[in-house]
């Protein structure tokens, strides 16, 4: 028994490339339910995202590895002439660890990112249902689970943002111990502004006024969010009521100027305003940070933050892999045992049967009326006998050829001190 990973990443291929190797959902149980089908393939897991499709196996000869990877290709309608250099496969423990890394975010394009392990779960989920999913893959995967729990509970690498807007939101702190009641006015309506949006929401801010050129754009934001959407005509009225400015919109001069905050300033009697302007070029006159009650952050400001967190996570890196080759090493030491099951399974139901048919015999010498103490002693000797007669004929066999390590073997299987 083999276990294998066939993949293809970010590392081994551009996005237009791992846009063909994709594969969605009911492609992705056809292909499951096919392997598993194979003559060789005892269990099949499938994972696929916008970064990564990886294969994970447990078959019966790892020679057929590039069989595997060329039937991949060929269901993808690629050439194997052409991709298959942006194949990359492991085998056994080297399996284990890069499943454990992928988990984990050490292997993400941004280190430590937490959405992996939600796909990961959902394709697992996908396999168990189809039922490809088998004692092995399902330990490792356990595992996986188990080893990004620990680095993201035990170490820092997922603590610190490495998104702009992320960091943009958490800077709030340093102003504010509770937002319910407050106003963000955010400006603009891409994804930077909706990812602004959503993390306020779930600080449960009071207000969050949405304002751009396109009102239809600022609805659409505003509607998944609860929030408030405006013209950017009407966004000048609503300086005054706003604790947080967030701006993030491609202009050619700046929306925001000094006279107008200095307006505002007067109407809130020395309330600050926390501002933050994410736009290239800059949203926010560069004057207004001299106001007082304004603190004014911008993009480089953001992405100094950014810097450091990432800085912060690759430090990470090393208690996390600390973690990763740990669960590495338990689960092949779970995994080598399985492979001695079947023979222990054996051991055991002969020494069983030795058991039941000397228990039998003398069980019928009782009933015969035969004297109890002299039917256990034989009894106990029979056992020992039989117990001990096939590990004598193999140390037998092996003194007369004198094959030490086989002598040395049966000795620490029935853990004999050679020197009594």
């Given amino acids: 028994m083999s276990l294998v990973t066939i993949g293809m990443n970010h590392n081994t291929a551009s996005l237009d490339i791992r846009e063909k190797f994709a594969v969605d959902k009911d492609e992705s149980h056809r292909i499951l339910k096919k392997l598993h089908s194979m003559p060789l393939i005892n269990e099949v897991f499938l994972l696929s995202t916008c970064n990564r499709t990886e294969l ?9 590895i590039n069989n595997i990877s060329e039937w991949l290709l060929k269901q993808k309608g690629l050439s194997v002439k052409d991709f298959k250099k942006n194949l990359y496969s492991f085998s056994e423990s080297t399996v284990v660890k890069h499943a454990l890394n992928v988990a984990s975010g ?14 990961l779960k959902d394709a697992f989920n996908e396999a168990t249902e189809a039922g490809t999913i088998g004692k092995n893959l399902d330990r490792l995967f356990q595992y996986a689970f188990s080893a990004a729990k620990e ?52 600080k449960n801010i009071k207000n969050i006024f ?20 405006i013209s950017l005509k009407d966004m000048p009225s609503k300086l005054k009521d706003s604790d947080i400015i967030i701006s ?36 926010i006159e560069t004057e207004v940070k001299h106001l007082s ?9 953001i992405q100094e933050l950014v810097n450091q967190n990432y800085k912060a996570r690759k430090e990470s890196v090393a208690d996390a892999n600390y973690i990763v080759d740990t669960k590495v090493e338990e689960y092949m030491n779970w995994r080598n045992a399985q492979s001695a099951f079947s023979v222990i399974k054996l051991y055991r139901d002969d020494c069983e049967i030795i058991r039941t048919e000397c228990l039998e015999k003398s069980i019928s010498q009782l009933k015969s009326g035969k004297d109890p103490k002299t039917i256990i002693e034989q009894l106990s000797l029979n056992l020992t006998s039989k117990l ?19 002598i040395n073997l049966v000795c620490d299987i029935f853990l004999i001190n050679k020197k009594k």
């Fill in 151 to 202: 680095v993201r509970t035990d170490t820092k690498i997922g603590t610190n943002s490495l998104s702009i807007a992320n960091v943009a939101v958490s800077l709030t702190d340093q102003f504010y111990d509770d937002l319910s009641d407050k106003n963000a006015l955010l400006i603009g309506a891409g994804e930077t502004i909706y990812i602004a949006a959503k993390n306020l929401k779930k």
């Fill in 388 to 406: 001990s007669h096939k590990p004598t004929l193999a140390l037998n066999k092996a003194g007369q050829t004198n094959n030490r390590k086989l």
């Fill in 106 to 119: 050490l292997d993400s394009m941004v280190i430590g990112e937490p959405q992996i392990l939600g796909q």
């Fill in 210 to 229: 949405i304002a751009n050129r396109t009102i239809e754009n600022a609805e659409i934001v505003a509607k998944d969010i609860s929030a408030t959407p």
């Fill in 56 to 64: 994970y196996c447990e078959m019966d000869n790892i020679e057929y």
């Fill in 293 to 301: 009650d304004v603190f004014l952050y911008t993009l480089d400001n």
């Fill in 248 to 283: 993030a919109v491609s202009t050619n001069v700046p929306l925001i100027g000094k006279g107008a905050i200095e307006t505002a300033l007067k109407y809130r009697k020395h309330q600050p305003i926390y501002m933050v302007d994410l736009g290239v070029p800059r949203n």
